[in-house]
């Protein structure tokens, strides 16, 4: 060091040059690992829903993304709601759209289990069939959903299931049961088409205008999230930020409800062994769907969360499955912080390899130099991580942190 | 409890269904179905369609999957030009009767239904297509058919069918334009960003030929998988690669466009510094992305809904008439409106639907569309005004540059060895698809 201060006058440009090469390289590192765990972050919100509901519960949820989707049309029907309220309401609108997202997709997440996923446990195929039919299903309602469509569902429900309720509290009922069914089936059918038919043609377009139609939707994030910035040379996007935040604080909570809460004592129990769980006196049923909620509630939020940086429309939630399942998988099913590490290494390894980072890094050997540029663009990028996951998955089938112990064979 | 199925129950449920399939049937009297107007009596040949009582064409695009988005406003725009005729009189005394169809986002379905609407319904006419890959899978059946397709959408070129009428842009009417005013007017260093299939891939060739040939510079190009939302590495690239600002060629088709421009605002890249250029966001995806993300941002089309024509202002009115106050028109809307007109003049001129007369009677036909004035070219392809337009506070496009007169259409890509002077002319029959000029 005592050299640098002696040294003769023409050095000093040199230095001051190689000095700021230093920070440039720095200011490149600094914002390679940002954007990396930026991406992972996106990735690990939309994956922690699934690593409950797949990793725990072991159901093959397809219909995980379109949970996505509808927590990214709560973001949108709130922000409208607040727009009328104006002021400090839509520039808060974004923190009531999460909470109003995870209590409507873990209410939706909680039909979900009661009416399908309830009947299929164990039977991983036909859950994976069933779920991608409500994945359609899903997508097809918000396209087409008006207020006929709603007032029709909902008198079904109240003349079907009301009647059928009361009809319980006949005694005779296990005699005419499938009479009672047949009928009521008929009768509420017909009156909610009747209904339906009458409303369309009294009020028109009033009514039969979908609500979101099948274009994508318009969800602006408030103005204080829309900019960003600049750190050392790296540009921080608020809602960059903002998703960061966002996702350690869903994963902290998922962390302290399952460690430290009662629920989440018994979510581990039944998950680790079912019919001793029983024993015990757990409510298994009620484990799960309380389970299957919270996993639903969190693809809500993780759908609020990404309304700030991609579309909103039918399509959203199959942008995502992939890359969600694909979380899961290389973490390790069942194992939480293996969803974790997941995320951020496939994050960093798409960031790198897709910006042309690693390219850049290695230009000294020119060979794999010229072999990362070609790797350098996004689809490219993307062809070689799926590489890697094949190649990972052949070296460590259970993923990073594979199942150990009994539970693995159950 | 007995859960087996016996004779009664069987009876009963299988009454109960068929009894509610029959009252489906019956309250379902009121859903539109396929045919607008009730059949006509079936015709046997296509030449002969017009021997019933109505002239019947065909409407095939996806009303349902991905592509709906954007296909379903194309069928109003048809359904208006058509309603419009039959007010007025119809084609040769005759009114049209549409027949839809539903491709479904799926290029097989695609083919099959164009089989069905010119064998079944002996169709005099088709209007349909949007993406590039459900023309080409329907491009064998209306050459072997010896059929006709009008095609509304701007596309990458490279083709001149027979039997397909293009009226949407041809390359060198929306891309090429709009790199020479980006060269006088923006700067000199461009990057590329497109999805990956083939309308951005040409585009971008063309691009880059056209650059190197007028001293400007690609100093970067990215593409993304279609339905994509990551962009972080191509902000990062961008910003690599320009840091003092420059020119931004978005290609992108689709849900990208919409992560695009919201992360690009994030990352602090304005529209002052890093002016953009679209050639796939017209006026519906500027109210999908949102007016805030796009302020500045410019477009390149041969329509925008601001155009100043009268033509323009009787066709935004009358489609906001028909479809509600809040829609707004694009331009392969425009081109589709054009393409029913169009047809329509050249089977007036032709005096019949005979296939033959009426392609060669639309060869040379104008109108004046609300783009301005449009003829039809001896390739298949309208000549056509190329506009610029700047995105506004209200989501709409303040045209900031037009062509001084209508631009004709190249089909075949000068700008690539392969199809370096050829061209396209269906008048003469030596002459055809592709032919090498002198």
Known sequence: ?410 | MKRQLNRRKFLIYGSATFTTSIFLKACANNTPSATENPAAPPAATPAAATSGETIKVGILHSLSGTMAISEKSVVDAEKLAIKEINAAGGVLGKQIEAISEDGASNWDTFREKATKLIDQDKVAVVFGCWTSASRKNVKPVFESKNHMLWYPVQYEGQECSKNIFYTGAAPNQQIEPSVDWLLKNKGKEFFLVGSDYVFPRTANTIIKAQLEALGGKIVGEDYLPLGNTEVTPIITKIKQNLPNGGVIYNTLNGDSNVAFFKQLKGAGLTPEKYPSMSVSIAEEEVKAIGVEYLKGHYAAWNYFQTVDTPANKKFVAAFKKEYGENRVTNDPMEAAYIAVYLWKQAVEKAGTTDLEKVRAAAVGQTLDAPEGKVTMDANHHISKIVRIGEVRQDGLFDIVYATPAPVEPVPWNQFVKETKGFACDWTDPAKGGKYQKV
């Open chain 1, 1 to 410: 060091m005592g050299q640098n201060n002696q040294c003769p006058m023409p050095l000093a440009p040199f230095i001051q040059k190689s000095k700021r090469i230093n920070q440039q390289v720095l200011a490149g590192f600094l914002e390679a690992i940002f954007n990396g765990i930026s991406i992972g972050a996106v990735l690990l919100i939309a994956a922690l829903g699934l690593a409950i509901v797949f990793g725990l519960m072991g159901v093959i949820n397809m219909a995980h993304g379109e949970l996505m989707m509808f927590g990214a049309y709560t973001t949108f029907v709130v922000q409208n709601g607040c727009k009328q309220l104006g002021g400090v309401w839509f520039e808060g609108y974004i923190f009531l759209a999460l909470i109003v997202a995870f209590i409507f997709t873990a209410f939706v997440g909680l039909v979900l289990e009661k009416g399908v996923i309830r009947y299929l446990y164990g039977r991983p195929l036909e859950t994976l069939l069933a779920t991608w039919g409500v994945s359609l299903i899903f997508q097809q309602f918000v396209r087409s959903v008006n207020w006929v469509l709603i007032i029709a569902i909902a008198i079904f429900c109240l003349l079907f299931f009301g009647g059928l309720w009361v009809l319980n509290s006949r005694t005779n009922l296990e005699r005419v049961r499938n009479w009672a069914i047949a009928v009521l089936l008929l009768l509420s059918a017909g009156i909610t088409i009747i209904t339906g038919n009458l409303l369309s043609q009294t009020y028109q377009l009033a009514v039969t205008q979908p609500w979101f139609g099948a274009q994508n939707v318009d969800v602006t994030a408030p103005t204080w999230l829309q900019a960003g910035m600049s750190l050392g040379g790296v540009q921080l996007p608020f809602a960059r930020l903002f998703i960061i935040a966002l996702t350690l604080i869903c994963v902290a909570g998922v962390y302290i409800f399952l460690q430290r809460s009662s629920w989440g004592l018994r979510i581990r129990s039944v998950t680790q062994n079912r019919s001793m769980s029983a024993c015990l006196g757990i409510p298994t049923q009620k484990v799960d769907a309380v389970t299957f909620a919270l996993g639903s509630g969190l693809a809500g939020v993780a759908g609020c969360a990404i309304s700030l940086l991609g579309s909103v429309g039918p399509n959203t939630g199959q942008n995502y499955i992939i890359d969600t399942f694909m979380v899961v998988v290389v973490g390790g099913v069942g194992n939480l912080a293996g969803s974790i590490v997941a995320a951020l290494a496939i994050g960093t390894a798409n960031f790198l390899i897709g910006s042309g980072t690693l390219a850049l890094l290695l230009s000294s050997v020119k060979p794999l130099a010229d072999f990362f540029t070609f790797f350098a663009t996004t689809s490219m990028a993307k062809v070689m991580v799926f590489a890697l996951i094949i190649v990972f998955l052949q070296w460590k089938p259970g993923g990073i942190f594979p199942q150990k112990g009994r539970t693995v064979d159950v």
